[in-house]
T-cell receptor, first 117, second 111 residues
Framework: DAMVIQNPRYQVTQFGKPVTLSCSQTLNHNVMYWYQQKSSQAPKLLFHYYDKDFNNEADTPDNFQSRRPNTSFCFLDIRSPGLGDAAMYLC????????????????FGPGTRLTVL | AQKVTQAQTEISVVEKEDVTLDCVYETRDTTYYLFWYKQPPSGELVFLIRRNSFDEQNEISGRYSWNFQKSTSSFNFTITASQVVDSAVYFCALSSYKLSFGAGTTVTVRA
């Protein structure tokens, strides 16, 4: 089955120790997104890639970076995790059509729950 | 600017009861899309439905139904004959240029 895969499902890191979260997809979608979701809150978009074009949200901290080496993979790097970065990180994908970003249906992976000690 | 309001924070029902989740949205765009997602305790956001702003037909899928009323800017979701497996957080979302989520409604179905 085509799907969005996130590894690991649970990640524990230490305060200030860089961490990388991974997302892969077999849907062959051209857009990949990273969301942060804190407890009892809605997902918050951090950034997305439309093909190779990186689109950062204005309020995403510089501590968060992303890489998309190919169509199938996208990584979220947190350079110096703080206690406030503990959250669920969700990856999503969509197929962008000529209708534009608003038409996208996003399909989500299972998420990576990050704990910062 | 776009905004989605889910006024109900939590709903608790007994199995087999119907439950309706309210969603009200705001946007200045004439073309937009509305979505519902389900987030079970496992954490994955599961896509349920997408509706565009020009299609006001109601939709039924099994025990799920959706009522889109453009005149009141609402896109409500009903689960008929609820089951324990329906327990989850349900998010309504709006997209005209990017996806904006409501705060979510936690549904608990008790056996």
């Amino acid at each position: 089955d085509a799907m969005v895969i996130q590894n690991p499902r649970y990640q524990v890191t230490q305060f200030g120790k860089p961490v990388t979260l991974s997302c892969s997809q077999t849907l062959n979608h051209n857009v990949m997104y990273w969301y942060q979701q804190k407890s009892s809150q809605a997902p918050k978009l951090l950034f997305h890639y439309y093909d190779k074009d990186f689109n950062n949200e204005a309020d995403t901290p510089d501590n968060f970076q992303s890489r998309r080496p190919n169509t199938s993979f996208c990584f979220l790097d947190i350079r110096s995790p703080g206690l406030g970065d503990a959250a669920m990180y969700l990856c999503a994908t969509s197929r962008r059509t000529s209708g534009g970003a608003g038409t996208d249906t996003q399909y989500f992976g299972p998420g990576t729950r990050l704990t910062v000690l | 600017a776009q905004k989605v309001t889910q006024a109900q924070t939590e709903i608790s029902v007994v199995e087999k009861e119907d439950v309706t989740l309210d969603c009200v949205y705001e946007t200045r765009d004439t073309t937009y899309y509305l979505f519902w997602y389900k987030q079970p305790p496992s954490g994955e956001l599961v896509f349920l439905i997408r509706r565009n702003s020009f299609d006001e037909q109601n939709e039924i899928s099994g025990r799920y139904s959706w009522n889109f009323q453009k005149s009141t800017s609402s896109f409500n979701f009903t689960i008929t004959a609820s089951q324990v497996v329906d327990s989850a957080v349900y998010f309504c979302a709006l997209s005209s240029y990017k996806l904006s989520f409501g705060a979510g409604t936690t549904v608990t179905v008790r056996a």
